[in-house]
């Protein structure tokens, strides 16, 4: 079982930066695949980012060159630095870590991008 607490939202003006934590509590965290999601306007939920147990990375086209995901095993932690937030990017994000068939979900953090 793995337990997943996000925290780093908050209220952001367009142009500014937040960094998102996660932090996972379980056994053999280090080989789940970790990302970040959002909802979609529908009942889904978008990526955001993700990250490998290697390291490999994954972004939404949205987020390309703006956001960025990296992980601290040692830690248990996943994080997610995102610049040029713009008011699109307001959403409550999500963590997830998978593995196979095993799946973890947090329970999200809000992101507001507003002046």
Avoid: H
Avoid at 26 to 54: C, H, N, Q
Avoid at 65 to 72: A, K, L, N, P, Y
């Amino acid at each position: 079982q793995v337990q997943l607490v996000e925290s780093g939202g908050g209220l952001v003006q367009p142009g500014g930066s937040l960094t998102l934590s996660c932090a996972a509590s379980g056994s053999k965290i280090s080989i789940y695949e970790m990302g970040w999601f959002r909802p979609t306007a529908g009942k889904g939920r978008d990526l955001v980012a993700r990250i490998s147990s290697s390291g490999t990375t994954k972004y939404g086209d949205y987020v390309k060159g703006r956001f960025t995901i990296s992980r601290d095993n040692a830690k248990k932690t996943v994080y997610l630095q995102m610049n040029n937030l713009k008011p699109e990017d307001t959403a409550v994000y999500y963590c997830n870590a998978r593995y196979y068939m095993y799946e973890f979900w947090g329970r999200g953090t809000q992101v507001t991008v507003s002046s």
